[in-house]
Nanobody
Framework: QLQLVESGGGLVQPGGSLRLSCAAS????????IGWFRQAPGKEREGVSC????????NYADSVKGRFTISRDNAKNTVYLQLNSLKPEDTAVYYC????????????????WGQGTQVTVSS
């Protein structure tokens, strides 16, 4: 079975940083596009970032552009999301997801999802 596990979330002050990891098992990560999504309480799930199979192409939501960086290490079967200059509005559960197709922020296109990791930005 395909499995994704997120880690690295936690409580951080505004302006701080976190590094999220998405570790894959049961499949070869380099065959999949990986997206990061987040969902805050009372809000819809939204796309945050996406990276191509090779890592040569990345996309970011306008709300995180310039602050977050997505990367992948296919040898380690892991995708990372570096969160810098965090704001309270970044508080959410962050999920990674995999698709065989293209970068997209349409959650329905992703067939495999992790359990999520909580990011809380607060003073």
């Amino acid at each position: 079975q395909l499995q994704l596990v997120e880690s690295g979330g936690g409580l951080v002050q505004p302006g701080g940083s976190l590094r999220l990891s998405c570790a894959a098992s049961g499949f070869t990560l380099n065959n999949y596009v990986i997206g990061w999504f987040r969902q805050a309480p009372g809000k819809e799930r939204e796309g945050v970032s996406c990276i191509s199979k090779s890592g040569g192409s990345t996309n970011y939501a306008d709300s995180v552009k310039g602050r977050f960086t997505i990367s992948r290490d296919n040898a380690k079967n892991t995708v990372y999301l570096q969160l810098n200059s965090l704001k309270p509005e970044d508080t959410a559960v962050y999920y990674c997801a995999a698709t065989r197709w293209v970068c997209s922020y349409s959650a329905s296109l992703f067939s495999s999802w992790g359990q999520g990791t909580q990011v809380t930005v607060s003073s």
